[in-house]
């Protein structure tokens, strides 16, 4: 199906599928993830509390380095972005997503391990469509020199500039679309300078973080090669495309970031919804 303008037909999961990863921040063991059909949006669950938490601008906890959902601001689940960038990257727009606890895996970094569970799942058909947001004029946030900008464009596209201090990530820009997700977005992975890395460790916002669930940066070396010279902004790009998920509509727009990170995509998500 064509998701580049227009409607989204409504689908969801043929069957429930599970995966198994690591959780980074609260405690580094062991957390499985349910991916099961829904009829009713994008949402969580966290079976372990009985509370469902959909997938939408006024269930946002804000937490640092990460979206996260909950109730009355206090996040109940973290880390949500990737799992939504999978779901409307292959365009499914209703799921529910199952956990026992309060954090969604960060598997290898990237979203693949969530597509490749997805087209295991398959696909069912749901009745109706899900009409885009389309924009009349163009909007623009700007704040201590990171800038996110919508335009009026017949398809939806993405373009990431990043600018990073660190000389084996520099600068590096990445466009893509819906039809790139799986081949060239979802496999982009999470990556952190050991300096960042230690910082989060002294804040106690990691707990679990490795080379098997993100790229890491040493002074002189990647702990892995990169999958795509671009591999660092199309992670952002994989990143907006999660975030801006919780607006419930996918958006036909030309969407260009530069320097942002979460919490500007979701103040872009705000004002978006805010022309609708």
Do not use: C
């Not at 580094?28 to 059909?37: A, C, F, H, I, K």
């Not at 993405?158 to 590096?172: N, V």
């Not at 300078?193 to 679990?208: D, H, M, N, P, V």
């Not at 998920?245 to 036909?252: F, S, T, W, Y």
């Amino acid at each position: 199906m064509s998701r580049a303008a227009g409607a989204w037909p409504r689908q969801t999961l043929a069957r429930p599928v599970a995966l198994h990863g690591n959780a980074v921040r609260t405690h580094g063991g062991q957390v499985e993830l349910r991916l099961t059909p829904g009829d009713a949006g994008l949402a969580f669950w966290r079976d372990d509390l009985s509370q469902r938490y959909p997938a939408d601008l006024d269930h946002l906890a804000s937490v640092p380095n990460a979206t996260a959902l909950g109730r009355a601001g206090q996040p109940e689940v973290l880390f949500v972005e990737h799992v939504l960038s999978a779901l409307v990257g292959l365009g499914y727009t209703d799921a529910e997503i199952h956990l026992d606890e309060p954090e969604v895996p960060l598997f290898d970094g990237s979203a693949a391990p969530i597509v490749e569970a997805l087209a295991e799942a398959g696909v069912d058909a749901l009745p109706g469509a899900v009409e885009p947001l389309v924009l009349s004029e163009p909007l623009s946030i700007e704040r201590d020199g990171r800038r996110i900008t919508a335009a009026p464009a017949d398809e939806a596209s993405f373009e990431y500039h990043l600018a990073h201090a660190h000389p084996l990530i520099g600068e590096q820009v990445a466009t893509a679309g819906w039809p790139d997700y799986a081949a060239r977005v979802a496999p982009a992975r999470t990556f952190a300078t050991t300096e960042e890395l230690a910082a989060l460790a002294a804040a106690g916002l990691i707990k679990g973080g490795s080379e098997a669930n993100l790229l890491v940066i040493y002074p002189d070396r990647l702990s892995a090669p990169l999958h795509s010279t671009d591999e660092f902004a199309l992670h952002k790009v994989l990143d907006l495309m999660g975030d801006l998920a919780l607006l419930g509509r996918p958006v036909q727009a030309w969407i260009r970031a530069e320097r942002t990170g979460h919490f500007d995509n979701q103040a872009l998500a705000r004002a978006l919804r805010a022309t609708a």
